[in-house]
């Protein structure tokens, strides 16, 4: 999957989102966020129309440290003819693409600042037993 950087140079890609039916699926272009540990966050808007499950609330520490209350449900992720779930963040804001998304989905990202774009690829077996080496 190819994704590109906006006009505010942040890595962009577009993915489908839903709750408990495919039906209400809906694109939309998200940000990858590599200092979000979590899987996706939606504004309320976005997010309502979805059919997500709520399951509980979760307390954020942002970037300018404060404290952000959210909604947490249960959704699922389309994108290159797969799907991932994990819980989505009701946040405001740009919708976000997290880490918890790229673990989940067992991507590898590979970033062209000087070209505006960037690539998640399935992370290779050689990647993932180089990654548990270096990890022993």
Known sequence: MTGSFNDGDNPTLKIKVWGIFTNNAVEI????DTGFS???TL???TALPLGLILLSTAEYVLADNSKQLNLLCHGSVGFDN???SGLIAISPGDPLLGMEF???SGLHLTLDAANSIFML?????K???IKNIEGA
């Not at 690829?121 to 077996?125: F, I, R, V, Y």
């Open 127 to 129: 990647t993932t037993e």
């Open 43 to 45: 504004p309320l808007q």
């Open 121 to 125: 690829e399935k992370t290779s077996a």
């Open 82 to 84: 797969e799907n991932a």
């Open 29 to 32: 272009e998200v940000m990858l």
């Open 38 to 40: 979590g899987f996706l």
């Open 102 to 104: 790229l673990r989940k």
